[in-house]
């Protein structure tokens, strides 16, 4: 039988496409095939870079291949966002987000990403409450001591956070919007440098994430004088809740999984999968209750609407409090 080369190169095209479709259905199916990179867009030693490497640990474990941490601190998450969306949408390179993935789009003039096109939501991991810290030896035991203080002083109070934008430093700007405290803002790349310098007592405190401060708490190197928590609702004991001195004041902080856009709905259910086996962990239970974590892992949809929901909750505050990249 003759074949024309025409009808031969249609045949080539259409063998070589099943062969692609069936090669892209095999990688699926067998995700992941190789070592999987986490971006962790803060530095090593925070309460984000502690929640990943716990939940790596385990989510190894159950896909079968290591997880490796990528740090990359910088520009309120944007670094290290950006490494992830403009990824390949594979499944091998995720984001461990947090509050400020949702509060970007209104603080950052520009943006090297669409944060609601170039990302697929995977799961959300969990959330918790901050806490408002400071030295052992601080003058400041409880929420109207620094008030007094701000208002005998204005502008002598300092307070850390992990980066502009993020939960340490928006809920210092609720703090100072609700009671009108001049109270000035020191933005670090990651909780890690940040709590550096509450403990070395080159800034006054810090409205730090439950998990960056656990550690610090346990062993008496940080005093805890109030938690964002609703009133009552406070974790931890004999710490009363933010809101019985300034009523209003809540502040939630959060962590979730994205991968690039276009990534393989088969690629996210495994990655959720784990992520669902590794929140049933007891020991990942303990460790998350320890640091005022409250584990929610469920559907992308579920994300997306927690999300979305956060962006205009935030972005409503931003500008009614003309607040601007540092």
Same mark, same amino acid.
């Given at each position: 039988m003759h074949i024309d080369r025409r009808h031969f190169g249609a045949l080539t095209a259409g063998a070589l496409a099943a062969l692609s479709i069936k090669q892209t259905a095999w990688a699926q199916e067998n995700y /992941?095939?190789?070592?999987?990179? @986490?971006?962790?867009?803060f530095s090593p030693g925070g309460g984000t870079d502690t929640?990943?490497? &716990?939940?790596? +640990?385990?989510?190894?474990?159950?896909? #079968? +291949?290591?997880?490796?941490?990528?740090?990359r601190p910088g520009a309120s998450t944007i670094l290290g966002s950006e490494v992830v969306a403009k990824s390949p949408p594979d499944g091998y390179t995720l984001l461990v987000a947090t509050l400020a993935h949702a509060v970007n789009l209104s603080m950052q003039p520009k943006m090297p990403y669409n944060t609601e096109k170039d990302f697929a939501a995977v799961t959300l991991i969990g959330s918790s409450h901050n806490v408002l810290v400071v030295r052992p030896d601080s003058p400041f035991k409880t929420v109207k001591d620094v008030l007094d203080a701000a208002k005998a002083e204005p502008g002598k109070l300092y307070y850390a956070s992990q980066g502009g934008g993020t939960s340490a430093h928006l809920a210092g700007e609720m703090f100072r919007n609700l009671t009108g405290a001049n109270i000035t803002h020191v933005p670090y790349k990651g909780a890690g440098p940040a709590l550096t310098d509450v403990l070395g #007592? +080159?800034? &006054?405190m810090m409205f730090a994430t439950?998990?960056?401060?656990? #550690?610090?708490?346990?062993?008496?190197?940080l005093r805890a004088i109030g938690v964002t928590a609703p009133k009552g609702q406070?974790?931890?004991p004999g710490v009363p809740s933010i809101e019985e001195t300034v009523p209003g004041y809540v502040v939630d902080s959060w962590y979730a999984l994205y991968a690039a856009a276009g990534t393989p709905t088969p690629v996210i259910q495994k990655i959720i999968t784990s992520v669902k086996t590794a929140c049933e962990n007891p020991e990942f239970i303990k460790r998350a209750a320890d640091e005022g974590i &409250? @584990?929610? /892992? #469920?559907?992308?949809?579920?994300?997306?609407a927690f999300v979305k929901a956060d962006i205009e909750r935030w972005r409503k505050i931003i500008r009614e409090n003309q607040i601007t990249p540092d």
């Open positions: /992941p095939g190789k070592p999987v990179k @986490l971006v962790v867009p929640v990943a490497r &716990t939940l790596c +640990q385990l989510m190894s474990k159950n896909l #079968g +291949q290591p997880i490796i941490i990528d740090n #007592g +080159q800034v &006054t439950h998990a960056a401060v656990a #550690g610090f708490l346990a062993s008496n190197r406070s974790k931890l &409250t @584990l929610r /892992p #469920g559907a992308p949809a579920d994300l997306d």
